[in-house]
C-alpha cells in the first residue's frame, strides 16, 4: 500500500489537469500492478526456500546413506573373514602373525590372528599421546584465554595452530632421525634400553601432533562461558585461578571432552608417526620402550601386496576395521553420557 500511495501522489503531482475519473482509473492500475507483483514475489520466495529445503534434506540422506553404506561394506567382509577364522580367536588370541600362502602348495599357509597384541599397542600409544597433548593443549588454551594479552594471543595461538597442518610424514621424520636418537642416547647414559622403534617415541611425537586440536577447541570453548559467571565469582571474592578451576572448567568441560575425545580419534587413526617410529611388531607388551604396532597400520600392511583378496590375510584387515569401529562407538557413547552429566549440572 505504501508503494501505492507513493506512485499515486507523484502522478497526481505531474498531472493536476487529468479528471478524477481517469484518477481512479490509473491509480487502480497501479495497485494492481503492485498486488500482482508483491504476490508474485511471496510465491517464488516460497518456491526458493521449498527448493532449498529439498536441497539439504537430500545433502543428509546423502551422508547417512554413505555412513550406512561405509559400515555394511565392513560387516560384510569382515562376516567372510570369520567364516575363516573363528570369532573367539580373532577376539582372544594372543598372537598376530596374518602369514598366509600366496598359492595352494606353498608352505606356511597358516597363520595367526590373535587381535589382542594390535590393539594392545594402539592403546598404548594413543595413551601415552594423550598424557603428553592433554596437560599441554588445556593449559595452553587456559593461558590464551584467561592470562594472554591481545598481542601475545594473536601472535601465538596462529603459531601453536600451524603444528595442525604439518603432515604427518614430517613428523614421522622428526620422530625418527631426531627424537629416537635422543631418547636411545638418554636411555643409554640412564642404563635402560630403548629400541630403536618404541611405543615411547610414537606416542610423544603424537602427542605434540595433536595438541593444537585440543588446545583450539578448548580455547574457543572457554571463551564462550558467560562473562556473568566469572564476574560473580569474582564478586564473591574468588581469586582467577580458583574462578578458572571451579567455575569456567566445569561450565566448559563438555566442549573440552569433544576436543579430547578428536584428539583420541586423530591418535588412534595416525598411521605414518607409528609406521616410521614405532615399527610393525605385533608384540603383546606394556613397556612402552619396546616396539609395537596399531591397527591403522596393520590394516595398511594386510592390503598391500599381491595377496588375494578373498583370503584370510586380506580380510583380516576388515576385521580389525570393524573392531577399531565398534571400540571408537563405544568411547564416544562413554564421551556423550560424561558431557550429558556434567552438562545437567551445570546449565
Given amino acids: 500500500m505504501k508503494v501505492y500511495r507513493k506512485l499515486a ?83 582372544l588370541g594372543l598372537k598376530w602373525s596374518p602369514q598366509t600362502a600366496i598359492r595352494v602348495d606353498q608352505v606356511g599357509s597358516s597363520g595367526a590372528f590373535g587381535a589382542i597384541p594390535v590393539f594392545a599397542g594402539t592403546l598404548l600409544i594413543a595413551l601415552i599421546a594423550m598424557l603428553v597433548s592433554v596437560p599441554l593443549g588445556l593449559m595452553s588454551a587456559i593461558f590464551l584465554s584467561e592470562y594472554a594479552s591481545r598481542k601475545v594471543r594473536t601472535v601465538v595461538k596462529p603459531l601453536l595452530e600451524i603444528l595442525a597442518g604439518i603432515p604427518t610424514v614430517v613428523y614421522g621424520f622428526f620422530a625418527a632421525l631426531t627424537v629416537a636418537p635422543l631418547l636411545r642416547g638418554l ?13 615411547l617415541v610414537a606416542g610423544l611425537v603424537m602427542g605434540v601432533m595433536i595438541i593444537p586440536f585440543i588446545s583450539s577447541i578448548s580455547d574457543d ?38 576436543g579430547i575425545l578428536l584428539a583420541v580419534s586423530r591418535a588412534v587413526g595416525e598411521t605414518m608417526i607409528v609406521v616410521m617410529a614405532a615399527g610393525l ?34 580380510l583380516a584387515a576388515f576385521a580389525l576395521g570393524l573392531l577399531l569401529f565398534i571400540v571408537t562407538l563405544i568411547l564416544n557413547i562413554v564421551a556423550l553420557q560424561i558431557v550429558k552429566k556434567y552438562r545437567e549440572q551445570y546449565d
Avoid: W
Wanted: charged fraction near 20%.
Fill in 9 to 91: 501522489k507523484s502522478f497526481y503531482r505531474k498531472e493536476k489537469c487529468i479528471h478524477t475519473d481517469e484518477q481512479a482509473f490509473v491509480s487502480a492500475g497501479l495497485g494492481g500492478y503492485v498486488a500482482v507483483r508483491n504476490g508474485i514475489v511471496k510465491g517464488s520466495r516460497k518456491q526458493l526456500e521449498g527448493v532449498i529445503k529439498c536441497l539439504l534434506a537430500a545433502c543428509a540422506f546423502v551422508a547417512v546413506l554413505t555412513t550406512v553404506g561405509i559400515v555394511l561394506s565392513v560387516v560384510f567382509e569382515a562376516l567372510r573373514f570369520f567364516h575363516k577364522v573363528p570369532v573367539q580367536d580373532f577376539l
Fill in 187 to 199: 636411555g643409554r647414559s640412564l642404563g635402560l634400553d630403548i629400541a630403536s622403534e618404541s611405543a
Fill in 221 to 258: 570453548v572457554i571463551n564462550a562461558v558467560p562473562q556473568s559467571l566469572r564476574d560473580g565469582s569474582y564478586g564473591l571474592g574468588a581469586t582467577r585461578s580458583e574462578t578458572i578451576c571451579k567455575v569456567v572448567l566445569p561450565a566448559a568441560l563438555p566442549g573440552i571432552v569433544s
Fill in 281 to 314: 611388531s605385533a608384540n603383546l607388551t606394556a613397556n612402552p620402550l619396546e616396539a609395537v604396532t596399531t591397527v591403522t597400520v596393520q590394516i595398511v600392511t594386510l592390503l598391500v601386496g599381491d595377496q588375494e583378496f578373498d583370503s584370510a590375510k586380506t
